[in-house]
């Protein structure tokens, strides 16, 4: 009986065994199927590490040593172009977003009535001339009179001399009494006509040398008047050269003012021109954000219209006070209750050079202006 129970057992233990083996081999692919999904949850999450810490820290570190701001504009220089005559506008030459060059006529003002302007100055000028040429043969006329009055003078100056001199000699005879006194009034006589012609031609010289000084005058009148009207000639030239409206700058018409036929005051505005070559950016940062910039420090320009682009550029200079101190009603905490605000600083940003992408700057383009400060 014994050996049939062990028997029993033996077959027993038998069929367990097979029956685990048979389990084991049922669920094996269900523990290789777990262990792989632990392997690769392990490897997506050092995966999603990886790629955090390779695309995250850079933009980490790129926060942390630099201040930033969407706050900012791109700004170019902008003339504004008047007409410095008055008058009706005769031709146009450009429209509004046209590339106009330095020098390049951008419009004409009736030129007639400036043109008449010149014509007139320039016959008082002719004029004047004329009177001033007159003046001169004038005086020299008056020269040679006076030359010839002057020699009469000599002339009757030294008979006087020797008259005089005859008569003291008479004088003396006759006071020793060597001569009638007849033959003394004589003498006399003589004296007194040569002493007479003298004062004659004195005078008459004397007359010839105020007539000479009014010439002078006169002179010097016309001078004043010849330098106004050459004044008068060169306004009028300049004035008339002024109906010609050209452009100072290189650059692209952005508003247009001027139509034929239309009548331009002079001081109006009549073009707008933008610089297509001077551009750069004004970012308005918060005042916690400007302790460590200076200038000079590097800057990364963002620029919305252009995704992708980033432009280079320098701190330049900054401005001396917020934006609120310069806006038209600056605030006044001095009454009232007071709540403080984060003020703005605006900062000038210099491009270091703009690349040939095709894609052109335009005033007014909103940026993200980074600047490095660490």
């Given at each position: 009986m014994k050996s049939i129970d062990n028997n029993d057992n033996s077959q027993n233990t038998d069929m367990s065994e097979e029956k685990l083996l048979d389990e084991r081999e049922e669920f094996a692919p269900e523990r290789k199927s777990s262990f792989r999904k632990k392997i690769l949850l392990v490897a997506g999450v050092f995966l999603v590490i990886a790629a955090t810490a390779f695309y995250g820290l850079p933009k980490v570190y790129y926060a942390?040593?630099?201040?930033?701001?969407?706050?900012?504009?791109?700004?170019?220089?902008?003339?504004?172009?008047?007409?410095?005559?008055?008058?009706?506008?005769?031709?146009?030459?450009?429209d509004e977003n046209q590339q106009v060059k330095m020098g390049d006529v951008l419009a004409e003002i009736d030129p007639d009535e400036y043109m008449a302007g010149v014509k007139q100055a320039e016959a008082n000028v002719s004029s004047i001339l004329a009177e001033k040429e007159a003046?001169?043969?004038?005086?020299?006329?008056?020269?040679?009179?006076?030359?010839?009055?002057?020699?009469?003078?000599?002339?009757?100056k030294?008979?006087?001399?020797?008259?005089?001199?005859?008569?003291?000699?008479?004088?003396?005879?006759?006071?020793?009494?060597?001569?009638?006194?007849?033959?003394?009034?004589?003498?006399?006589?003589?004296?007194?006509?040569?002493?007479?012609?003298?004062e004659e031609a004195s005078h008459g010289a004397a007359e010839v040398e105020a007539f000479i000084k009014n010439i002078a005058d006169k002179r010097h009148v016309l001078d004043f008047r010849l330098e106004?009207?050459?004044?008068?000639?060169?306004?009028?030239?300049?004035?008339?050269?002024?109906?010609?409206?050209?452009?100072?700058?290189?650059?692209?018409?952005a508003k247009k003012g001027a139509e034929v036929g239309k009548f331009a005051?002079?001081?109006?505005?009549?073009?707008?021109?933008?610089?297509?070559?001077?551009?750069?950016?004004?970012?308005?940062?918060?005042?916690?954000?400007?302790?460590?910039?200076?200038i000079g420090q590097e800057a990364d320009i963002k620029i919305d219209a252009y995704p992708g682009s980033v432009l280079k550029g320098r701190v330049e200079s900054f401005k001396p006070g917020t934006?609120?101190?310069?806006?038209?009603?600056?605030?006044?905490?001095?009454?009232?209750?007071?709540?403080?605000?984060?003020?703005?600083?605006?900062?000038?940003?210099?491009?270091?050079?703009i690349p040939d992408t095709g894609l052109p700057l335009r005033a007014g383009l909103s940026v993200e202006a980074s600047v490095r400060v660490r």
């Open positions: 942390w040593n630099h201040e930033s701001t969407d706050d900012a504009f791109v700004e170019g220089t902008i003339v504004s172009i008047a007409s410095e005559v008055s008058g009706k506008i005769c031709a146009l030459y450009v003046l001169q043969s004038e005086r020299e006329q008056a020269e040679r009179k006076l030359a010839q009055a002057q020699a009469l003078v000599k002339a009757a030294a008979e006087a001399e020797l008259a005089e001199k005859d008569l003291a000699r008479h004088r003396g005879l006759l006071e020793e009494g060597v001569i009638p006194e007849a033959l003394f009034d004589e003498v006399l006589a003589r004296y007194r006509a040569k002493d007479a012609k003298l106004e009207a050459k004044a008068i000639l060169e306004q009028s030239k300049l004035d008339f050269s002024r109906t010609i409206i050209t452009s100072p700058i290189n650059g692209i018409v005051e002079k001081g109006k505005t009549l073009f707008m021109i933008v610089q297509d070559s001077s551009f750069w950016v004004t970012a308005n940062f918060k005042e916690t954000q400007t302790g460590n910039m200076r934006g609120a101190v310069f806006s038209i009603l600056p605030p006044e905490n001095a009454s009232g209750n007071f709540v403080k605000v984060v003020q703005r600083l605006p900062v000038r940003i210099a491009l270091e050079s």
